[in-house]
């Protein structure tokens, strides 16, 4: 699999928002397969030491969601965010068939955005291409707009705002879409 899909929590919409996770699975959207998967939280202070943005506004949607959804703000396991940075990357590194994966995101200017900002912050070269980055809102308008299917809606598997049940529900209904748009562009036989 050389399909990546990505998602992170942050305290802030900034480019440089600090992280609070990062959750990551491979997939296959031919199929709809999903593969390895990836997650990390991050230490604020991490965040903050490296210049990160927090945002107040942020900070208080965050108080008001479920004790189940903040546990990530004060995980034990959290890592500083070179730490978690470098082991993305080398997850990365390690699972991609050709070390060029295609990268899935949400927007062209945050999950993508925010991690090349944050492997900048800390000294890390991005662990994919620039044109390998794939927009999940993009694949989303087109299933609305030419299908008719709108499968983001359909129910989360896991908790919504954790980083990694994110990410695996958006490569399903990624996929989803990917297959009824490829059906929908096959060669059909021409009557003789």
């Not at 990365?92 to 993508?112: A, L, R, T």
């Not at 989303?140 to 049940?165: F, T």
Request: hydrophobic letters at 45%; a negative charge; aromatic letters at 8%.
């Amino acid at each position: 699999m050389n399909h990546i899909m990505i998602d992170i929590e942050t305290l802030s919409t900034a480019k440089n928002a600090a992280l609070v996770s990062i959750g990551a699975v491979f997939f296959n959207p031919a199929t709809g397969e999903l593969g390895e998967k990836f997650y990390r939280t991050v230490t604020r202070r991490s965040c903050e030491d490296t210049w990160m943005d927090v945002d107040e506004n942020t900070v208080a949607w965050w108080e008001k969601q479920s004790e189940v959804v903040r546990a990530a703000l004060n995980c034990p396991n959290a890592l500083p965010v070179a730490v978690a940075l470098h082991q993305f990357a080398a997850w990365i590194e390690i699972h991609s068939e050709e070390h060029k994966p295609f990268v899935w995101g949400n927007g062209p200017s945050f999950d993508c955005a925010i991690l090349a900002t944050a492997f900048a912050a800390v000294g890390i070269k991005l662990p994919w291409r620039y044109s390998n980055e794939r927009c999940v809102r993009t694949i989303v308008d087109l299933g609305r707009s030419l299908l008719g299917i709108d499968p983001k809606h359909s129910q989360i598997a896991g908790v919504a705002h954790n980083a990694l049940d994110d990410a695996i529900h958006q490569a399903k209904y990624v996929s989803q879409i990917y297959q009824s748009l490829s059906a929908m562009a096959a060669p059909r036989e021409v009557a003789a």
